[in-house]
Every structure is written in C-alpha cells, then in structure tokens.
C-alpha cells in the first residue's frame, strides 16, 4: 500500500431545491479531474453527509465511481451519531469497491486530553 500524497479534494454535494444535483455532481468531477488532484473525497462533512440519506449517499459513491473510473482513489466519508448507520454506510462504500473508507474520529472522552482524538479501528 502507497502512501497518501498529493491534493485531495473534499468535494461538496450540490443541491437544487432540496434534491442532489447528480449532472452538478458529474460536472463539479469532470472540472477538478482535470486539474491534477491526486485523489477524491465524496460525501464527507463537506459533502452534506449528515444531510443525505442512504440512497442518496449510495448514488454520490457510484457516480463518483463512474465518473472516476480508477483514475484516482477514492474515499468514501462515513460519519455520524448513530453506530449502527455507520456501520451500514460502511459496508455499502465498500461494496462499491471504493479503496477504502475515511471515518471522523470519536468526540474526545472524559478521559482524553482535549488535544488528542482517536479513531475507531478499521
């Protein structure tokens, strides 16, 4: 495994009254592939990801995957407050044969120094 170099581009998920705007989506990819990034970051925080529900999370992951077609990795973001819906959008990130799938860390505990955070195990 390669270490992780390069731009990544944590790209957003547009709208348009309310409803995920997939051609916004295609273009919004097709403008920053050409632009040199080294990798692609779909539906994280900035990708309206605690906003989406999991059919629509499930179409941004293949469209990215469509779109990108191996050119460049991609991380799916999975996060929230609900374990068990986590647990789901990961096991449907990696079914879409995405490299891999990025998870925002656990809030600090009581015991935790507010300057370290930890992460679940892959």
Do not use: C, Q
């Not at 705007?21 to 994280?44: C, K, M, N, Q």
């Not at 906003?51 to 990215?64: A, C, F, G, N, P």
């Not at 647990?87 to 370290?116: D, L």
Request: net charge neutral; aromatic share 4%.
């Amino acid at each position: 495994m390669s270490a992780i170099s390069g731009v990544w581009l944590p790209i957003i998920t547009p709208f348009v009254d309310g409803v995920v705007d997939l051609a916004g989506y295609e273009r919004l990819l097709g403008h920053y592939l050409s632009t040199g990034i080294a990798g692609i970051f779909p539906v994280g925080t900035t990708g309206e990801s605690p906003t989406l529900d999991d059919d629509e999370t499930e179409r941004i992951v293949e469209r990215t995957l469509e779109v990108v077609r191996d050119r460049l990795p991609v991380f799916v973001g999975v996060g929230g407050n609900a374990t068990a819906k986590v647990v789901t959008t990961t096991g449907r990130a990696r079914t879409a044969s995405t490299r891999t799938s990025a998870r925002s860390p656990r809030p600090p505990t009581a015991r935790s120094s507010s300057t370290t955070s930890r992460t679940a195990p892959a």
